[in-house]
Nanobody, 128 residues
Framework: QVQLVESGGGLVQAGGSLRLSCAAS????????LGWFRQAPGKEREFVAA????????YYADSVAGRFTISRDNTKNTVYLQMNSLKPGDTAVYYC?????????????????????WGQGTQVTVSS
């Protein structure tokens, strides 16, 4: 079992920045991939970014590429999402998720059914 707890959400003005954190506990050695998804009101959950165990393979949704950066610190069992140049369209609940079975790369990271564990989410609101 892996437990994921997100933090760092909040209210920010357009153009501002936030850094989300996701702390993993339990069988953390099995978290091959950690990813971030988001869900806005009335919309489906969508992929944001993902990173592999060693941190040398990352993948981003087109909508956030160049503005968001995902990173992980395995010594702290934590994954981060640095969000810059935020837009009102980034408003959503952000979820952390982990893949514990298998190794993937690139566009495969977008497949939410590959993720075994999910956090409870943290709200990000960007005002115009």
């Amino acid at each position: 079992q892996v437990q994921l707890v997100e933090s760092g959400g909040g209210l920010v003005q357009a153009g501002g920045s936030l850094r989300l954190s996701c702390a993993a506990s339990g069988r953390t050695f099995s978290t091959n991939t950690l990813g971030w998804f988001r869900q806005a009101p009335g919309k489906e959950r969508e992929f944001v970014a993902a990173i592999n165990w060693s941190g040398d393979n990352t993948y981003y949704a087109d909508s956030v590429a160049g503005r968001f950066t995902i990173s992980r610190d395995n010594t702290k069992n934590t994954v981060y999402l640095q969000m810059n140049s935020l837009k009102p369209g980034d408003t959503a609940v952000y979820y952390c998720a982990a893949i514990t079975r298998g190794y993937y790369s690139g566009s495969s990271y977008q497949r939410n059914y590959l993720y075994d564990y999910w956090g409870q989410g943290t709200q990000v609101t960007v005002s115009s």
